[in-house]
């Protein structure tokens, strides 16, 4: 191999395992302007209680569907990275994925998604879809609420748990419920836009 090849090959590993996108379909998921939120969509609001959680903050960002396709708008990992936990129930469909740069961990959370296409323990990159936005049906059947996804990005390794019969491969929670003021935001979570800003050249 000569030295060029072996700088270009180098170049492509490495920009492969580095890489950031946008984890939805739009034109350019490398150009922000084209992320779209939700209205109570950012991170940090403080959500009110509902009949069974108590009040806390939004520990993520709640991605609006860039375009009206109802049948199967995929959603994309941010990075590349592996499956760590997965549940396939209803509204609370979600996707925990563990990352690495320079030695650094890091955790990706996709909830509120559908048609989950990955394995526990996939490795994943950004290019393959891992999962959808809800459809029309399932929008009807769970609530219109649902119409975006969450996205959570971890600091801290995410919560252990026990899957069971119901969830087989749920082996980890996120720390969505139980951060209840700035102290315990700043602690476990990035503000995933400026995440995304920082990472995504
Ligand atoms: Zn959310």
New binding site residues.
């Given amino acids: 191999m000569t030295l060029n090849n072996f700088l270009f090959f180098f170049l492509i590993v490495y920009n492969l395992q580095v890489s950031f996108f946008l984890p939805i379909n739009n034109k350019n998921r490398k150009l922000f302007s084209e992320i779209q939120l939700t209205e109570i969509?950012k991170f940090g609001l403080i959500r009110k209680a509902r009949k069974t959680v108590p009040s806390h903050i939004?520990t993520?960002?709640?991605i609006k569907r860039p375009n009206k396709n109802y049948i199967n708008e995929p959603v994309f990992a941010i990075s590349q990275g592996e499956v760590i936990s997965k549940r396939t129930d209803g509204p609370y469909a979600q996707l925990i994925i563990e990352h690495e740069i320079n030695k650094k961990k890091f955790w990706t959370v996709y909830e509120h998604i559908a048609g989950i296409t990955v394995n526990l323990h996939d490795i994943v990159s950004p290019e393959k879809p891992i999962a959808r936005f809800m459809n029309k049906n399932e929008l009807n059947k769970f609530g219109w609420q649902f119409d975006h996804f969450?996205l959570e990005i971890l600091k801290t390794t995410p919560i252990t748990i026990q899957p069971d019969k119901l969830h087989p491969d749920r082996h980890y929670n996120s720390f969505s419920l139980i951060c209840f003021n700035s102290d315990d935001l700043e602690k476990h979570y990035y503000d995933p836009i400026e995440f995304l800003k920082e990472h995504m050249h």
């Fill in positions: 969509g939004h993520g960002i709640d969450h």
